[in-house]
T-cell receptor, first 113, second 112 residues
Framework: KAGVTQTPRYLIKTRGQQVTLSCSPI?????VSWYQQTPGQGLQFLFE???????NKGNFPGRFSGRQFSNSRSEMNVSTLELGDSALYLC????????????FGSGTRLTVV | AQSVSQHNHHVILSEAASLELGCNYS??????LFWYVQYPGQHLQLLLK??????LVKGIKGFEAEFIKSKFSFNLRKPSVQWSDTAEYFC??????????FGKGTHLIIQP
């Protein structure tokens, strides 16, 4: 079966712009969570959605937001981009919120210049 | 809040050597524990997971991990490593409202 699909794979944006990243979970998975991976901070939890509702949120500013659609696909948005937002953004899907093993996508590499 | 500590940031071993990567977590409630691996240029893959039951869990590619509740530890082991095990290994815990909390990772290099 198809894995977790993230688009686009690479993105270059200018400081101050906004960006939207997309994630399609494995068919049947209702939980989607987002993570930021940087060399300095490692993997950090952004937020988790389950059945279109945000269930958990990490310690990130309000510029980071997300949503989940009825087909479980999810998007995350970052507004007013800063240089420090440059990172690999990973999406993971799971059958439910307790995570019977999260399956990760390949990520979107965002570079802010 | 939960946290995860991985003891070694870089480990270099020769092929056929035994491997043990340390992982300690802090969280007062019931936790689910995971080890993920990230091979060069690839996405994160689940190696093994512990939810309940037998504290010794076996994963893919010959890896295993032991959950010791009294020590808040979940160490990863493999009796004989191969060159293809070169990768970044992440310990993670879930159980609170923080999603998956990851350790900083251990970069493992296997020398042929």
């Amino acid at each position: 079966k198809a894995g977790v699909t993230q688009t686009p794979r690479y993105l270059i944006k200018t400081r101050g712009q906004q960006v939207t990243l997309s994630c399609s979970p494995i068919s049947g998975h209702r939980s989607v969570s987002w993570y930021q991976q940087t060399p300095g901070q490692g993997l950090q939890f952004l937020f988790e959605y389950f059945s279109e509702t945000q269930r958990n949120k990490g310690n990130f500013p309000g510029r980071f937001s997300g949503r989940q659609f009825s087909n479980s696909r999810s998007e995350m948005n970052v507004s007013t981009l800063e240089l420090g937002d440059s990172a690999l953004y990973l999406c993971a899907s799971s059958l439910d919120t307790e995570g019977f093993g999260y399956t990760f996508g390949s990520g979107t590499r965002l570079t802010v210049v | 809040a939960q946290s995860v500590s991985q003891h070694n940031h870089h480990v270099i071993l020769s092929e056929a050597a035994s491997l043990e990567l340390g992982c300690n977590y802090s969280y007062g409630g019931t936790v689910n524990l995971f080890w993920y691996v990230q091979y060069p240029g690839q996405h994160l893959q689940l190696l093994l997971k512990y939810f309940s039951g037998d504290p010794l869990v076996k994963g893919i590619k010959g890896f295993e991990a032991e959950f010791i509740k009294s020590k808040f530890s979940f160490n990863l082991r493999k009796p004989s490593v191969q060159w293809s095990d070169t990768a970044e290994y992440f310990c993670a815990v879930s159980g609170g409202a923080d999603g998956l909390t990851f350790g900083k990772g251990t970069h493992l290099i296997i020398q042929p």
